[in-house]
């Protein structure tokens, strides 16, 4: 049962490189999530695709760039990285449904991409 | 604006305690709250949503309270043990369309043996 995985698990890149982080989940949701974690900051959401084909900003979405390939697959890009973005990214997946009138939003996570930038 | 907050960063307390752990939010009326732990290295992990028209929610030796009036949730550990010890989130959905869910910086939560 792999639930949700993240790749890489670590990378450490020079200001200005490029790079994606790649996430698949294998529950069949619908929603899926990318935040970062920082020190005394707790998770803050960077953008979020709902359902297959569809993509939001969240709070903190300046930098970065995503793609919801499928429904299992949903990637983060970071164009030109730089020392701001030094964070640990967790991908999330949710099936946000309605129960008895209340729809719910439980999210399962990755492990995380430990990501340093020089 | 909208904000969460959990009562501090850390908290110690011995083995066979109850530990209590604080959420507070302001500006807004969730129709549920969550609860997650941490562990290092780890990605959250789901614990307890309760409703808002729920007072309280047990899940064996977790106790989850949610007041709406003091717009403030409780999570409680009885019979704490040293494998309860990690960070614990609370979140919300602060977008009113089940689509987000903002989350509290945590309380690293330490059970001494």
């Known amino acids: 049962n792999a639930g949700v995985t993240q790749t890489p698990k670590f990378q450490v890149l020079k200001t200005g490189q490029s790079m994606t982080l790649q996430c698949a989940q294998d529950?069949?949701?619908?929603?899926m999530y990318w935040y970062r974690q920082d020190p005394g900051m707790g998770l803050r959401l960077i953008y979020y695709s709902a359902s297959e084909g569809t993509t939001d900003k969240g709070e903190v979405p300046n930098g970065y760039n995503v793609s919801r390939l499928n429904k299992r697959e949903f990637s983060l890009r970071l164009e030109s990285a730089a020392p701001s973005q030094t964070s640990v990214y967790f991908c999330a997946s949710s099936e946000v449904r309605a129960g008895g009138g209340l729809a719910k939003n439980i999210q399962y996570f990755g492990a995380g991409t430990r990501l340093s930038v020089l | 604006s909208q904000k969460i907050e959990q009562n501090s960063e850390a908290l110690n307390i011995q083995e066979g305690k109850t530990a209590t752990l604080t959420c507070n939010y302001t500006?807004?009326?969730?129709?549920?709250l969550q609860w997650y732990r941490q562990d290092p290295g780890r990605g959250p992990v789901f614990l307890l949503l309760i409703r808002e028209n729920e007072k309280e929610k047990r899940k064996e030796r977790l106790k989850v309270t949610f007041d709406t009036t003091l717009k403030q949730s409780l999570f409680h550990i009885t019979a704490s043990q040293p494998a309860d010890s990690a960070t614990y989130l609370c979140a919300l959905d602060l977008s009113g369309s089940a689509r987000q869910l903002t989350f509290g910086s945590g309380t690293q939560l330490t059970v001494l043996p």
């Open positions: 529950m069949n949701h619908n929603s």
């Open positions: 500006n807004y009326s969730p129709a549920y």
